[in-house]
């Protein structure tokens, strides 16, 4: 589940549709809640075949998407049976990618990519431990620096640095000083097979009771960088509103305190559904009126670009964009959103007063988005990018290999 799966996953099943070999090495199913299939809890690997795509899964701690002492735990479990059964499993490829967060995942990939001598691709989808101290999860302390010192360290050892937005690349040039021609920036998108708009009204509206409510969806993770606390303060704030419904689709650190929250605000415009199939997720989209991104309000979180936004876009939905730089950039380019300052629960109110008020509007908006998102961020021609990255940089590594052994020669 998740941003990372998809972009992995879509990404790996084109390339595999192009004609090459494409082998993810993963970890047992177990996000966000920590718990694996009865089938997996006693296996140390499996291999599987999903979309062309050779799955190698090797074995992980699982923990949910809470605390720090376990998930770290769980990190470098994953980290040590990679390496193991990667090198064990896996037959030499000619380049190896390793995604992160979490860094750990990323020098598993770097110690594979040294035991088969082939290139190594860095893809950075969050700044570690930068975003772990923007949100207070930890202080600066010996494990951060430690973090900070392994981060440099694969920053300048991999062969190239892939980055999900142009301010990530930006932060790590300024704050590792590598260089800017080191760096390629690859979006996130979309599936524009499975995100196709449908009909409001559906079965999740029936489902759940949503009724001819106007629907305020947000769906993802609830953690402690989304600042999800101030949406419930908007919904405090529109309660005597009965036509308004805020939805939170989706599982996280902080769900239970915002469950905890809503009951003692007695807030019954406010519906927690638990995390859905991939599936069902254009569903819910298509059952929504208008899409909320938020994140707290931290100068880090301006260079984040939420992989929710193209999929808003993508199923023709109004956002309200509660992110500043990149991010909000594109939705306002779009033409399908508005700015919210991060954790103006008041600006918010107004915004979702003013935007619903004119569904005619909102439907303008939301044709905008589709037609901008499937021009500029579409996965399939976004997979075509990053091959010729992986292209390039085998090339690259093959004439490297070359002059090596030309200079064992004999003269």
């Not at 009204?201 to 101030?230: C, P, S, W």
């Not at 931290?298 to 992989?307: I, K």
């Amino acid at each position: 589940m998740g941003a990372p799966a998809a972009r992995v996953h879509e990404l790996s099943r084109e390339w595999a549709r192009l004609g090459h070999q494409v082998t993810v090495l993963t970890a047992f199913a177990h996000h966000p809640v920590g718990i694996k299939a009865p089938p997996d809890r006693y296996r140390i690997t499996r291999r599987e075949e999903k979309d062309g795509i050779d799955v190698v899964r090797s074995y992980v701690y699982a923990a949910a998407n809470k605390g720090t002492a376990k998930r770290m735990l769980s990190y470098a479990s994953f980290m040590l049976s990679a390496i193991i059964i990667g090198a064990w499993r896996i037959k030499r490829p000619d380049i190896v990618i390793a995604t992160s967060p979490q860094l750990l995942c990323a020098c598993a990939g770097y110690a594979l990519a040294r035991f088969f001598g082939v290139p190594f691709i860095f893809e950075v989808r969050d700044l570690w431990p930068e975003s772990i101290m923007a949100v207070e999860a930890m202080k600066e302390n010996f494990v951060v620096r430690g973090l900070k010192k392994v981060a440099a360290y694969l920053y300048n050892h991999c062969d190239r640095i892939v980055t999900v937005g142009e301010g990530y690349a930006r932060k790590i040039h300024q704050l590792y000083e590598v260089p800017q021609e080191k760096m390629r920036v690859i979006t996130n998108g979309i599936d524009a097979s499975l995100f196709i708009p449908g009909p409001r009204d559906n079965e999740v509206r029936r489902q759940y009771g949503f009724g001819d409510r106007f629907v305020i969806l947000y769906l993802g993770t609830h953690g402690m960088a989304h600042a999800l606390d101030k949406v419930l303060e908007a919904a405090r704030e529109l309660r005597s509103d009965p036509d308004k419904l805020f939805v939170f689709v989706g599982e996280g650190a902080e769900k239970e305190n915002l469950k905890k929250t809503a009951a003692q605000w007695n807030l019954d415009n406010v519906l927690f559904i638990d995390q859905q199939p991939k599936a069902r997720v254009p569903l819910f989209y298509a059952a929504c009126d208008l899409g909320l991104v938020t994140l707290r309000k931290t100068p880090l979180f301006q260079e984040v670009l939420p992989s929710k936004i193209f999929e808003y876009l993508g199923m023709e939905r109004a956002i309200i964009i509660c992110v500043d730089g990149e991010a909000r950039r594109i939705v306002e380019t779009s033409g399908a959103g508005e700015f919210v300052l991060p954790e103006d629960a008041p600006a918010m109110v107004e915004a979702i007063k003013r935007l619903s008020a004119d569904r005619e509007q909102l439907r303008r908006m939301g044709a905008r988005g589709r037609n901008y998102v499937i021009n500029n961020y579409d996965r399939v021609e976004l997979a075509k990018q990053y091959l010729e990255l992986l292209g390039s940089v085998g090339e690259a590594a093959a004439v490297q290999r070359g002059r090596g052994l030309q200079g064992t020669r004999p003269g």
